[in-house]
Nanobody, 117 residues
Framework: QVQLVESGGGLVQAGDSLRLSCAASGRYSMGWFRQAPGKEREFVGAISWTAIRIYYAESVKGRFTISRDTAKNTVYLQMNSLKPEDTAVYYC??????????????WGQGTQVTVSS
């Protein structure tokens, strides 16, 4: 089974940047999702295993960038120009190139991102 380990969350001010990392135990297409208190899990972006195909939710397009190191089976989420509404627990997921959570087979434990105004 795929094991995912996320890191890089923290508390920052609006306009700051963070980079999240997700170390995987295999070679898979990956997605990033987030979930704020009282809200449903929301798609952030996805990347194919080869990194040839990448797409983002409209809410983060132009601010967030997904990349990967295929040799290390690690995916990154670079978050710039952070806004308070970006506050959420961020999850990486493996096994699909999709915006739909149910199409992913494996999930990380999540890492908290808090953006103050």
């Amino acid at each position: 089974q795929v094991q995912l380990v996320e890191s890089g969350g923290g508390l920052v001010q609006a306009g700051d940047s963070l980079r999240l990392s997700c170390a995987a135990s295999g070679r898979y297409s990956m997605g990033w999702f987030r979930q704020a208190p009282g809200k449903e899990r929301e798609f952030v972006g996805a990347i194919s295993w080869t990194a040839i195909r990448i797409y983002y939710a409209e809410s983060v397009k132009g601010r967030f960038t997904i990349s990967r190191d295929t040799a290390k089976n690690t995916v990154y989420l670079q978050m710039n120009s952070l806004k308070p509404e970006d506050t959420a627990v961020y999850y990486c997921a493996a096994g699909s190139y999709s915006s739909l959570p149910h199409e992913y087979s494996y999930w990380g434990q999540g890492t908290q991102v808090t953006v103050s105004s």
